[in-house]
């Protein structure tokens, strides 16, 4: 399960953002979560509770928004999301489009508790 080093990763940048703003307790962390980070959210929601367990993130919740898979074709600089792994442009049918989206964790924000 590699949600579990991930969640991790997550949580020292999270601490980090706590300490640089004295914030001492956190209602919910946001996440960006790429539709091909080949993350299951309902497993990241459980590691971040195991490993929140015993530490001042105790209780906060992990929120997940899902980004879709965006391409950028090359040749006519459309922008289109995919399902999965396009291999050419809907518009020009030009290949190769780059993808631009879709691949990211991160994490977006801290919602305070007061
Ligand atoms: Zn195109």
Known sequence: M????LVQNILEIVE????????AKIA??????????CV??????????ILTENSRLAGAE???TIVPVTYRCAACCKEFTSEGI??????CRA??????AGRELQVESLEIMD
């Open 16 to 23: 980090q953002e706590m300490d640089k703003h004295g914030v």
């Open 62 to 64: 992990l929120k997940m």
């Open 95 to 100: 290949g190769a489009p780059e993808m631009i």
């Open 2 to 5: 590699h949600e579990m080093g």
């Open 86 to 91: 396009s291999l050419e442009c809907p518009c």
């Open 40 to 49: 299951v959210p309902g497993q990241m929601r459980s590691c971040f509770a």
């Open 28 to 37: 919910a962390v946001h996440l960006s979560v790429g539709a091909m980070a």
